[in-house]
């Protein structure tokens, strides 16, 4: 299967980290790279405004357009209103999933009314929290936005007439198939800049822009193979989760780390018998 990785920066709002910002538009266009930013409409939600409100803003994000940025349309408020899970049961909170279609509607036109104000078609819907419902689908064919950066399949599908482009990531890693590493970049230091733009060096044979996406992978349909991969994918993130809460298996994961892969691989089956041990114990 092939491989494609490429980027999606979250969050985008007038009161972004612009440092980040800047130094992550440099890393992308040294590698030719034209990731998707999902800009918030009319942002709502306090824990975005992390810098001073950037005046140009809008002039900013239509300068990235111009250089083949890709734009999305990221929710209306940025603001969760209930605790729904939505389609993909992801984080227990949501701007839409639950929401009423009517209402729904209503924010993602008023949303892309904004942008559109600003000169900027939105290509595609992020929505925030990852959490949407089958109601949101239909508000989003209703407003001719007929793409979402989300779905935990092996490649693009299409789905009630709307194409999922998969984000299942969010640390840089090799993906299984074509995959979107998800970018929060207002929580970012210098040091996850740079391993981001070493990481993007060492792959760059398979990290790439939303345009090469677009272009080389055909979506497929979403039928029971689809739909067994995003479970098989579901239940494998209910155990990353169950195991980052448990402090024996972190206990035995940083006893075991190496950045050399055989050292790694030794030192977990040497440490094993004592993560098995406190299990019994418990």
Known sequence: MKKILTFRLDDIAPGLNRDNFKRLEEVFDEFNIKPLIGIVP?????????????????????????????????????????????????????????????????????????????????????????????????????????????????????????????????????????????IHLNNLNERDIEDLRTFISDNIDICAGFDRLIEEIEPDQYDTHVKNQEIRYRKRKIRRDRIAKDKRWQRYLTRSYSKSKPVKLLKRILYLPTLLIRHIDD
């Not at 992390?50 to 603001?79: C, T």
């Not at 509607?105 to 959490?131: S, V």
């Open 42 to 182: 009319q942002n709502e939600d306090p824990h975005l405004v992390v810098d001073e409100i950037d005046e140009d803003f809008w002039e900013n994000m239509l300068r990235l357009k111009g250089k083949g940025w890709f734009i999305a349309q990221h929710g209306y408020r940025h603001v969760y209103s209930n605790e729904c899970k939505g389609l993909l049961d992801a984080n227990p909170f949501s701007e839409f999933a639950s929401v009423p279609y009517e209402e729904q509607a209503e924010m993602i036109k008023k949303g892309r009314q904004i942008l559109e104000d600003h000169g900027i078609k939105p290509e595609f819907f992020m929505a925030p929290g990852h959490t949407f419902d089958e109601n949101t689908l239909k508000a989003l064919a209703a407003n001719d936005i007929l793409k979402i950066t989300d779905g935990y399949s092996l490649k693009p599908y299409t789905r009630d007439g709307i194409t999922f482009y998969p984000c299942r990531l969010s640390d840089p890693a090799v993906p299984e198939g074509c995959d979107t590493l998800c």
